[in-house]
Nanobody
Framework: VQLQASGGGLVQSGGSLRLSCAASESFSSFNVVGWYRQQTGKQRELVATLSRSGISTYADPVKGRFTISGGQYQNTVDLQMSSLQPEDTAVYSC?????????????WGQGTLVTVSS
C-alpha cells in the first residue's frame, strides 16, 4: 500500500490549505485513516482520524478549524485546514490502519510540509 500526501505550502496566519492523501487502493479496506503532523523538535502527533463507519476525531488544538473527509469508498482522504496559525507549521503525513484477525497493519505516507507565517 502506498500513501502520498500533497497540498502543503506556505500560507499566512489565518489562511487555509487543503491537504490530500492518495492511496494505491480504496480506503474502504482500512479501518481507520487519518493525518498526523510532526513539528520541528517534537514527536509526531495525531491531527485527525476518520473511521470506516464515518466517525471522525480531532486533536484539541485543531478542533473547529480542521475537517477530515473522504476515505471509506474513495481513494483519497482530505484535510481541510482553516484559521491556520504559526503553531500549525509542521510536516503532515497521512496514515491508514487495517485490522486483521491476527495482526494490525499500519501504513504511513511521505509527508507534506505546511508553513504558516505570522
Amino acid at each position: 500500500v502506498q500513501l502520498q500526501a500533497s497540498g502543503g505550502g506556505l500560507v499566512q496566519s489565518g489562511g487555509s490549505l487543503r491537504l490530500s492523501c492518495a492511496a494505491s487502493e480504496s480506503f474502504s479496506s482500512f479501518n481507520v485513516v487519518g493525518w498526523y503532523r510532526q513539528q520541528t523538535g517534537k514527536q509526531r502527533e495525531l491531527v485527525a482520524t476518520l473511521s470506516r463507519s464515518g466517525i471522525s476525531t480531532y486533536a484539541d488544538p485543531v478542533k473547529g478549524r480542521f475537517t477530515i473527509s473522504g476515505g471509506q469508498y474513495q481513494n483519497t482522504v482530505d484535510l481541510q485546514m482553516s484559521s491556520l496559525q504559526p503553531e500549525d507549521t509542521a510536516v503532515y503525513s497521512c496514515y491508514a490502519r487495517r485490522a486483521l484477525v491476527s495482526q494490525t497493519l499500519e501504513y504511513w505516507g511521505q509527508g507534506t510540509l505546511v508553513t504558516v507565517s505570522s
